[in-house]
C-alpha cells in the first residue's frame, strides 16, 4: 500500500527528531555515528527520501492582468518569476467577477453554478432580506461550498494544508492551519487555529487589537505574510494559500493606474519576494509557487442606480421593498422577482423599464446564465432572475432616491464585477517551480483550469472540473 507522501515525511521527520534527541544523549561521537548507520541500514527508504514538495498559492487581491506588462508597474519579483516559470497573457475569472466566487472557482475548478458561492452577497428569497458574505461570513465553509476544494482533496490524499484569508474557508475541517477571510476583532481570532495564534503571539506578530486603541484593526499584508511564512517555516504544509487585500483595497479608493495604485502593486510584489525567499530558503528544489488574482479592475466615472427606473415604473417602493430587488456586485447587479405568479411579466416590466439605459452594457436573462458559469434560479435560489452588466466607468448603486438614475463623481475611484470577457477585468497567472515548464507562455487562459493545475502537479485529480491541467505550463516528468 502507497503511503501518503504527508505521511511519510512526518514520519521522516519523528526519526531524524529522534536520532537527535539520542545523538545529544550521548558522550561518544563513535557510539553516536553507530546509531546513525544503524538506522540507515532499518530504514534505507526513509533516510533516502527527501522531503516532500511544496505547492504555494498567493492571490493578490484585483491584480489586472495588464499589470504585467505596465513599465509603471514595479514587478520585479512577480517578473522574475514569470521570466522563469509561465505566464498568462490573461486569466478570465467568474461571473461576477468578485472577490468571494472569483477565489472559490480558484480551488474547486467549477464555475459559482456549481461550487455555490454566487456572489460576495445574495439575497435570500425565503427571508427577502440578503446576506453578506465578504469579510464577515455567515456561513462556515461547508455550508456554502458546495463541492470538494483543492485543499480538501490534497487532505484526503495525506498532504497538509493551510490558508491565510482565504475567502468561504471559515471552519473548514480539512485545513491544518488557518486565518479565514473575516472581519477583524474576535470573530477572526476565534475561527483562527489556536496553535497559530500561539506561534503569533511567540513571535510579536499582532492580529488583534493594537494597544491602547479601541477597536481592532484589519491585519495587514504584511502581518499576513508574516504569518503565513511562519507556517511555512515551522509546519511545512504541502499545500499553502495566502491572500494579500491591500491592492484591491486601494485601487477602490484611489481607481487603477493611479499612483497609489502602483505603490500597492509594488508592496504586494515585496510580499511575495517574502514569500519567494522563504520557499527558496526552507524549501531548495522542492517549492512551486503560482501568483494569481481573482479578478481586474476598471475606473469609476459614474453610478449607475437602477432602483431609481424601478421605482419610477412601480416596481418598488425602496431599494430593499419590492416585487423586484436588485443586488449590487458594483459593475454588475442581480435582479430578483419575488413574485412567482407574475414572474414573466414583471421580467419583461424590468427589461422595458432599464432599456435605453445610459451606462448599462447588457441584461442577461436565465436562459443565457449557464454561458456565463450562473446557476438558473429554478436550481439554485440564491440565484438571481437577471444580471445586470455595466459598461465600464461605470458601476452600481443600489438607492432607490432621487430623480436622476446616476451620480457623477462616486466616492470609489475604481471597480469590478463587469463582464469578465472584459480585457481590463482579466486576472494574473503566473507560475514557478518544480514541475513548471520555464519560458511558458500560455496567451489567454480561464481560472477554472487553476485547481486542476495544482491537482496534477500534486498527483490527484478534481473530479467534476470545468476547466483542463494547463499541461503547456508543466513539465512532464513532473520536475
Same mark, same amino acid.
Given at each position: 500500500?502507497?503511503?501518503?507522501?504527508?505521511?511519510?515525511?512526518?514520519?521522516?521527520?519523528?526519526?531524524?527528531?529522534?536520532?537527535?534527541?539520542?545523538?545529544?544523549?550521548?558522550t561518544?561521537?563513535?557510539?553516536?555515528?553507530?546509531?546513525?548507520?544503524l538506522l540507515?541500514?532499518i530504514?534505507?527508504?526513509?533516510?533516502a527520501?527527501a522531503?516532500g514538495?511544496?505547492v504555494?498559492?498567493?492571490s493578490?487581491d484585483?491584480?489586472?492582468g495588464?499589470?504585467?506588462?505596465?513599465?509603471?508597474?514595479?514587478?520585479?519579483t512577480?517578473?522574475?518569476?514569470?521570466?522563469?516559470?509561465?505566464?498568462a497573457?490573461g486569466?478570465?475569472v467568474?461571473t461576477?467577477?468578485?472577490t468571494? &466566487?472569483?477565489h472559490? =472557482?480558484?480551488v474547486?475548478?467549477? #464555475?459559482p453554478?456549481r *461550487?455555490?458561492?454566487?456572489? %460576495?452577497?445574495? +439575497?435570500?428569497?425565503?427571508?427577502?432580506?440578503r446576506?453578506?458574505?465578504?469579510?464577515?461570513?455567515?456561513?462556515?465553509k461547508d455550508?456554502?461550498?458546495?463541492?470538494p476544494t483543492?485543499?480538501?482533496?490534497?487532505?484526503?490524499?495525506?498532504?497538509t494544508?493551510?490558508?491565510?484569508?482565504?475567502?468561504?474557508?471559515?471552519?473548514?475541517?480539512?485545513?491544518?492551519?488557518?486565518?479565514?477571510?473575516?472581519a477583524?476583532?474576535?470573530?477572526?481570532?476565534?475561527?483562527?487555529?489556536p496553535a497559530?495564534?500561539?506561534?503569533?503571539?511567540?513571535?510579536?506578530?499582532?492580529?488583534?487589537?493594537?494597544?491602547?486603541?479601541?477597536?481592532?484593526?484589519? &491585519?495587514s499584508?504584511? =502581518?499576513?505574510t508574516?504569518?503565513? #511564512?511562519?507556517v511555512? *517555516?515551522?509546519q511545512?504544509? %504541502?499545500?499553502? +494559500?495566502?491572500?494579500l487585500?491591500e491592492?484591491?483595497?486601494?485601487?477602490?479608493?484611489?481607481?487603477?493606474?493611479?499612483p497609489?495604485?502602483?505603490?500597492?502593486?509594488?508592496?504586494?510584489?515585496?510580499?511575495?519576494?517574502?514569500?519567494?525567499d522563504?520557499l527558496?530558503?526552507?524549501?531548495?528544489?522542492?517549492a512551486?509557487?503560482?501568483v494569481?488574482?481573482?479578478?481586474g479592475?476598471?475606473?469609476?466615472?459614474?453610478?449607475l442606480?437602477?432602483?431609481?427606473?424601478?421605482?419610477?415604473?412601480?416596481?418598488?417602493t425602496?431599494?430593499?421593498?419590492?416585487?423586484?430587488?436588485?443586488v449590487?456586485?458594483?459593475?454588475?447587479?442581480?435582479v430578483?422577482?419575488?413574485?412567482? =405568479?407574475?414572474?414573466?411579466?414583471l421580467?419583461a416590466?424590468i427589461?422595458?423599464?432599464?432599456?435605453?439605459?445610459?451606462?448599462l452594457?447588457?441584461i442577461?436573462?436565465?436562459?443565457e446564465f449557464?454561458?456565463?458559469?450562473?446557476?438558473?434560479?429554478?436550481?439554485?435560489?440564491?440565484?438571481?432572475?437577471?444580471?445586470?452588466f455595466?459598461?465600464?466607468?461605470c458601476t452600481?448603486?443600489?438607492?432607490?432616491?432621487?430623480?436622476?438614475p446616476?451620480a457623477?463623481k462616486?466616492e470609489?475611484?475604481?471597480t469590478?464585477?463587469h463582464?469578465p470577457?472584459?480585457?481590463?477585468?482579466?486576472?494574473t497567472?503566473?507560475?514557478?517551480g518544480?514541475g513548471?515548464k520555464?519560458?511558458a507562455n500560455?496567451?489567454?487562459?480561464?481560472?477554472?483550469?487553476?485547481?486542476?493545475t495544482?491537482?496534477k502537479?500534486?498527483?490527484?485529480?478534481i473530479?467534476?472540473?470545468?476547466?483542463?491541467?494547463?499541461?503547456?505550463?508543466l513539465?512532464?516528468?513532473g520536475?
Amino acid at each position: 500500500m502507497r503511503v501518503p507522501k504527508a505521511k511519510f515525511d512526518t514520519t521522516v521527520s519523528l526519526v531524524v527528531a529522534n536520532v537527535r534527541r539520542v545523538f545529544l544523549g550521548l558522550t561518544c561521537s563513535w557510539v553516536a555515528a553507530l546509531c546513525v548507520v544503524l538506522l540507515l541500514g532499518i530504514l534505507p527508504g526513509i533516510a533516502a527520501q527527501a522531503p516532500g514538495r511544496v505547492v504555494v498559492m498567493i492571490s493578490v487581491d484585483g491584480l489586472a492582468g495588464y499589470y504585467l506588462d505596465d513599465p509603471k508597474a514595479e514587478m520585479p519579483t512577480i517578473r522574475a518569476l514569470a521570466a522563469a516559470g509561465a505566464r498568462a497573457s490573461g486569466m478570465k475569472v467568474t461571473t461576477p467577477s468578485v472577490t468571494w &466566487p472569483s477565489h472559490t =472557482t480558484l480551488v474547486t475548478g467549477v #464555475n459559482p453554478a456549481r *461550487h455555490g458561492v454566487i456572489g %460576495n452577497n445574495y +439575497l435570500d428569497r425565503g427571508t427577502g432580506k440578503r446576506v453578506r458574505l465578504l469579510f464577515d461570513p455567515v456561513y462556515d465553509k461547508d455550508e456554502i461550498v458546495k463541492v470538494p476544494t483543492l485543499y480538501d482533496l490534497a487532505k484526503a490524499n495525506g498532504y497538509t494544508t493551510a490558508a491565510i484569508r482565504w475567502p468561504a474557508s471559515r471552519n473548514a475541517k480539512t485545513l491544518d492551519w488557518t486565518m479565514p477571510d473575516m472581519a477583524s476583532g474576535k470573530p477572526l481570532l476565534q475561527y483562527t487555529t489556536p496553535a497559530l495564534l500561539q506561534a503569533c503571539e511567540r513571535e510579536r506578530i499582532l492580529l488583534g487589537k493594537p494597544p491602547k486603541t479601541k477597536d481592532a484593526v484589519e &491585519p495587514s499584508d504584511a =502581518t499576513t505574510t508574516r504569518m503565513f #511564512n511562519l507556517v511555512l *517555516h515551522d509546519q511545512r504544509p %504541502n499545500l499553502a +494559500l495566502l491572500h494579500l487585500l491591500e491592492t484591491d483595497h486601494t485601487q477602490h479608493a484611489q481607481g487603477p493606474r493611479s499612483p497609489g495604485a502602483y505603490a500597492a502593486v509594488k508592496d504586494a510584489d515585496d510580499r511575495v519576494r517574502e514569500v519567494w525567499d522563504e520557499l527558496k530558503r526552507d524549501f531548495p528544489g522542492r517549492a512551486t509557487l503560482f501568483v494569481v488574482s481573482d479578478h481586474g479592475f476598471a475606473p469609476v466615472n459614474r453610478m449607475l442606480l437602477p432602483n431609481v427606473l424601478l421605482r419610477k415604473a412601480g416596481l418598488l417602493t425602496t431599494a430593499t421593498n419590492g416585487p423586484v430587488q436588485i443586488v449590487v456586485q458594483s459593475g454588475a447587479a442581480m435582479v430578483y422577482v419575488l413574485d412567482d =405568479t407574475n414572474r414573466p411579466g414583471l421580467i419583461a416590466q424590468i427589461r422595458k423599464a432599464l432599456s435605453g439605459f445610459e451606462g448599462l452594457s447588457k441584461i442577461v436573462g436565465a436562459d443565457e446564465f449557464k454561458e456565463y458559469g450562473l446557476a438558473d434560479p429554478k436550481d439554485d435560489p440564491h440565484a438571481p432572475d437577471l444580471i445586470l452588466f455595466a459598461e465600464e466607468g461605470c458601476t452600481f448603486g443600489d438607492t432607490a432616491d432621487g430623480d436622476l438614475p446616476f451620480a457623477e463623481k462616486p466616492e470609489r475611484r475604481g471597480t469590478h464585477g463587469h463582464d469578465p470577457n472584459l480585457p481590463d477585468l482579466q486576472a494574473t497567472f503566473v507560475a514557478w517551480g518544480v514541475g513548471i515548464k520555464p519560458g511558458a507562455n500560455l496567451g489567454r487562459i480561464t481560472s477554472l483550469s487553476v485547481a486542476p493545475t495544482i491537482a496534477k502537479l500534486m498527483g490527484f485529480s478534481i473530479p467534476g472540473a470545468e476547466g483542463a491541467p494547463l499541461t503547456s505550463a508543466l513539465m512532464e516528468n513532473g520536475n
